[in-house]
């Protein structure tokens, strides 16, 4: 589950790290008001106005702009709520903002010059451990750093059994060339970055860019987190951040009738039960020459009404040319699949998109005597490749 970057940086400052401080706007007028509050507050008289939303890259999408009075903030807020934002990140239709967050400005004058880093922490997959990821590079995009110069980029991993240690923090705070207090503060920042990783069970923290302040504070300036789903039932006060607006709406339609599904840029949908079947389904449709639209697992305890559904879902999608459904019949029924493919069509209406059907396992022959007998224009097969073969025959 991803959050906004406030919803991130108040999870972090409930941590212990320090954060730039700001207070989210959803119009105008609020945005004006947070202004005025922030100056009260901190002193700041310069505000940086940033739009909300579920992706990277929004300073170059416009949606990241510093305002130098109350009418800048106005001005800004104004262009930047309702307005698509266009980021690397997101599709060429862009995600519509309903907040801004106003900001303090960090980069104030001082003694020392302001430096900014990029911070991650996430799990290194490939060893099974978590690991934080760091660089001088700060505020730029992390993939052009490691493509142009990853000397750059520094990895520390963290023992599961003993957790971070004290000269991992100082051993970061070194190869990020500082020295003195800044030493001292980014060791401190380090610590409770992780700290806030591991007690929310999160799958990634990335802060781009961590700023050195010019009286050698260090803060964390963004926030993307992601959450751990799995974990939520641990964290239940944390569920309430969940934004839908920011997730593609079939998806949530999916999830909140017990379907695990992933639309896909494709024109065959997918019906299967199991992650891994649904997988080698998706595999085997690329073989034949077509595309996966969607990964949608079913689960274990399909009824007709929840495949039903799951057709409701996929045929929303006027990409797709055909719809594959691949079903083995272990915990789940190859009858209750069946019947529920025959009141799809019966309670849709006509169904203008060819329809291949494998059911093997439990009640499979009876599965297939349903969908025989019911004068449904649906195609059956034994084998997945059969089934693959079919879908290829009736996209050329």
Partial sequence: MNLHEYQGKEILNSFGVRIQRGIVASTTKEAVTAAKQLNKETGT?????????????????????????????????????????????????????????????VYYPGESETSEYYMSVLLNRSTGRNMIMYSTEGGMDIEEVADKTPHLIFTEEIDPKVGLQGFQCRKIAFNLGLSGTAFKEMTKFVSALYAAYDGIDASLFEINPVLKTSDNKILAVDSKVALDGNALYRHKDYASLRDKREEDPTEVEAGEHGLNFIKLE???????????????????????????????????????????????????????????????????????????????????????????????????????????????????????????????????
Avoid at 46 to 66: D, P
Avoid at 304 to 319: C, L, P, S, T
Avoid at 333 to 357: K, L, S, T
Wanted: glycine share 12%.
């Fill in 45 to 105: 008289s310069w505000w940086v106005v940033k739009a909300q939303i579920h992706a990277g890259g929004r300073g170059k999408g416009g949606g990241v702009k510093l305002a130098k009075s109350l009418d800048d903030v106005k001005s800004i807020a104004n262009d930047i709520l309702g307005m698509h934002l266009v980021t690397p990140q997101t599709s060429n239709e862009g995600k519509l903002v309903h907040q801004v967050l106003i900001a303090e400005d």
């Fill in 266 to 396: 494709g024109n065959v949908g997918c019906m299967v039960n199991g992650a891994g079947l649904a997988m080698a389904t998706m595999d085997i449709i690329k073989q034949a020459g077509g595309n996966p639209a969607n990964f949608l697992d079913v689960g274990g305890t399909a009824d007709a009404a929840r495949v039903e559904q799951a057709f409701r879902i996929i045929i929303k999608d006027k990409g797709v040319k055909a719809i594959l459904v691949n079903i083995f019949g272990g915990i789940v029924r190859c009858d209750r699949v069946a019947q529920g493919v025959v009141d799809a069509y019966n309670n849709i209406g006509e169904i203008n998109i060819p329809i291949i059907v494998r059911l093997q396992g439990t009640n499979a022959v009876e599965a297939k005597k349903l969908i025989d007998e019911s004068g449904l224009k649906v195609t059956s097969a034994i084998l997945l490749q059969e089934a693959a073969n079919k879908v290829k025959e009736v996209l050329t």
